[in-house]
């Protein structure tokens, strides 16, 4: 289903936390022909505040409610809730005939990531996942510089991010909601339950090494998969440092070995790069802190044997949230197909529970791996 191409799309904003304060609602209001036309978020204050100054006419506290009831009035929604809700919203929201544009990563456990799949292919609706590295100019330009490579030694994923709560505070006005404690002691039992489920554990230390790991490298395993395809090999993994820190080699075609390094710190500075090692040159990029807008990756190449060279390519300030929302506003039109799946995110929520899995010695939930 599409739109008509002067038609004006309007989208219900589920979820009004940090990011969708700071980038959804903006620039939902910033591109042309699109209207929010609905708000939803636990914290009345929040509606209050933000539906005043964004002109949304609809305002609910209740996600689920915002779907059953503005369903005729809308076009699609973006969904930016906690991601033990995504999977629901993305179902319900999917089922009701809605475009569905869902946060990273689509879902907690593999299970729920497949149900959001099946409910996706059985809509005659758009549905894309919010990995916005994906639509980053620098990132296009690093797998162009990439695919140009005849031979690949060794890639390398790193992503240690800041102490993000302090950057905020420190860069925006955000409104913070005001929520009750049975709420948010119910939201986080929800969350740590599909915790348990996803690795097969109850272990209060791994089950949060997973919690973290999986918000904080699904988006780089969704890049790398993006430059290499599929993984068809776990090596080796190790999580360590109490929850903070995870270490794995993957293999992916043609016998590519990739080092991924995750972890926690309270370090002010952000560290999250790509690095691929070929015997004539290196290729990186190093990504922005996401919460910055506009601020652009990194590309590098070095390249020579005798002789060093190196370049450095800027390609574009533009802000990857806009550019993603704009390409699923371009998706609904019919201009475009989404370039993040929801059957590529579920490889990805897959892929992130089998590195637990095989820590643990557990059997593996994701495709037959090599």
């Not at 992916?252 to 995750?262: A, G, I, K, P, V």
Request: glycine residues 6%.
């Amino acid at each position: 289903m599409s739109l008509p191409f002067s038609y004006v799309m309007k989208v219900g904003m589920i979820g009004a936390g940090s990011i969708a304060q700071i980038m959804h609602l903006p620039y939902l209001a910033e591109i042309p022909d699109i209207e929010i036309e609905a708000l939803a978020d636990p914290g009345a204050n929040t509606t209050e505040i933000l539906g005043d100054r964004y002109n949304v006419p609809h305002r609910h506290q209740d996600s689920e409610t915002l779907i059953e009831e503005e369903q005729n009035h809308l076009d699609g929604v973006v969904i930016a809730t906690p991601m033990q809700t995504h999977a629901d919203l993305a179902i319900s929201a999917l089922e009701a005939g809605l475009h569905t544009f869902v946060e990273k990563p689509i879902a907690v456990t593999p299970e729920d990531a497949e149900r959001v799949v099946e409910a996706a292919e059985a809509a005659d609706v758009e549905c894309m996942v919010g990995y916005m590295k994906r639509y980053d100019p620098g990132f296009q330009r690093f797998a162009e510089l990439v695919e140009d490579i005849d031979q690949i030694d060794l890639a390398t994923s790193v992503v240690i991010p800041p102490d993000v709560g302090s950057i905020l505070e420190d860069t925006y006005d955000l409104v913070q909601a005001d929520l009750d404690d049975a709420f948010i002691e119910e939201s986080m039992a929800a969350r740590q339950r599909q915790c348990e489920a996803a690795i097969g554990t109850d272990d209060e230390t791994l089950t949060r090494a997973y919690g973290y790991h999986l918000e904080s490298i699904c988006h780089d395993v969704n890049a790398l998969r993006g430059v290499f395809g599929a993984v068809t090999g776990i090596d080796h993994v190790d999580v360590f440092s109490d929850w903070k820190y995870l270490t794995a080699q993957l293999r992916y075609e043609d016998d590519l070995r990739c080092m991924l390094e995750s972890g926690a710190t309270d370090r002010m500075w952000y560290d999250e790069r790509i690095q691929v090692d070929a015997p004539d040159r290196s290729v990186s990029i190093g990504f922005s802190n996401a919460f910055i807008k506009n601020t652009p990756a990194d590309v590098r190449v070095k390249q020579g044997t005798e002789e060093t060279e190196e370049t450095i390519h800027t390609p574009s300030a533009d802000e990857a949230f806009k550019r993603e929302l704009e390409h699923f506003k371009n998706c609904v039109e019919g201009n475009a197909t989404p370039r993040t799946t929801p059957t590529d995110a579920q490889r990805d929520v897959e892929l992130i529970a089998d590195l637990f899995r095989e820590f643990q010695g557990h059997e593996l939930v994701g495709e037959p791996r090599m």
